[in-house]
Nanobody
């Protein structure tokens, strides 16, 4: 499976971005997929995930601001990010796991995209 993340960029605090993750080699709607991020000098952290059935999970820090979704026809995962804060600055990664159920643990995902940089200025 190959995952191609895109949509990152530089935005002012309070702005919005939509990340995309296009998949090939695996049908995303058959599995749980998620977004993680890693800021400089920090460990990778869970952001959001969506199960095969469509259930979603969010980190407390992004709840109410970020929305995860999936376009099955395009085999693409999205992360709509609103009300962005400087602390959201990080490289964002999409990932898919060999399970229908959500996990908030990165090691339980077996395929990762290359990452897309999100920078939020104050």
């Amino acid at each position: 499976v190959q995952l191609q993340a895109s949509g990152g960029g530089l935005v002012q605090a309070g702005g919005s971005l939509r990340l995309s993750c296009a998949a090939s080699g695996r049908t995303l709607s058959d599995y749980a997929v998620g977004w993680f991020r890693q800021a400089p000098g920090k460990e990778r952290e869970f952001v959001s995930a969506i199960s095969r059935a469509g259930s979603t999970s969010y980190a407390e820090s992004v709840k109410g601001r970020f929305t995860i979704s999936r376009d099955n026809a395009k085999n693409t995962l999205y992360l709509q990010m609103n009300s962005l804060k400087p602390e959201d600055t990080a490289v964002y990664y999409c990932a898919v796991r060999q399970s229908r159920y959500i996990s908030r643990t990165g090691s339980e995902y077996d395929a990762w995209g290359q990452g897309t940089q999100v920078t939020v200025s104050s």
